[in-house]
């Protein structure tokens, strides 16, 4: 599937291996993921809808926002079933998603990108 800011493929292979089954072969709650990952992320800007313009946004802005989308939703897609890769394992891939995520958002949330967006 592949939806506004990421495809469904991003967010199952940052999730990595052995990601619960059941899950990744949801569309449905992919989906509803996405929806909350998307919102999330188009709030950080208020007066400009990434979602909107995401056709008029340049590649560099894209690959902002395809970072904390598919980041997002891979932490969704762990903590669905930490134990089906193991505590261990998903708490280091927790950890590093949630790092990606709060990258991208910080840099989303930067004056001089907002303004780089705007102007793209």
């Known amino acids: 599937m592949t939806w506004t800011f990421c495809a469904s493929q991003a967010a199952i292979n940052k999730a990595g291996a052995n990601a619960n089954a ?9 989906a509803e993921y996405c929806n909350q990952a998307e919102g999330a992320i188009n709030s950080t800007i208020t007066d400009v809808s990434l979602i909107d313009d995401y056709a008029t946004l340049n590649a560099e802005t894209k690959g902002i926002l395809t970072q904390a989308c598919s980041s997002w939703i891979g932490i969704k897609i762990v903590n ?4 089906s890769i193991g505590r ?3 708490t280091l891939r927790l950890n590093v998603l949630r790092d990606e995520y709060m990258l991208a958002m910080a840099e989303l949330k930067n004056k001089n990108t907002q303004d780089f967006i705007k102007n793209s």
């Open 88 to 90: 261990n394992t998903a």
């Open 80 to 83: 669905y079933d930490a134990d």
């Open 22 to 30: 059941t899950i990744v072969a949801s569309g449905a709650a992919l």
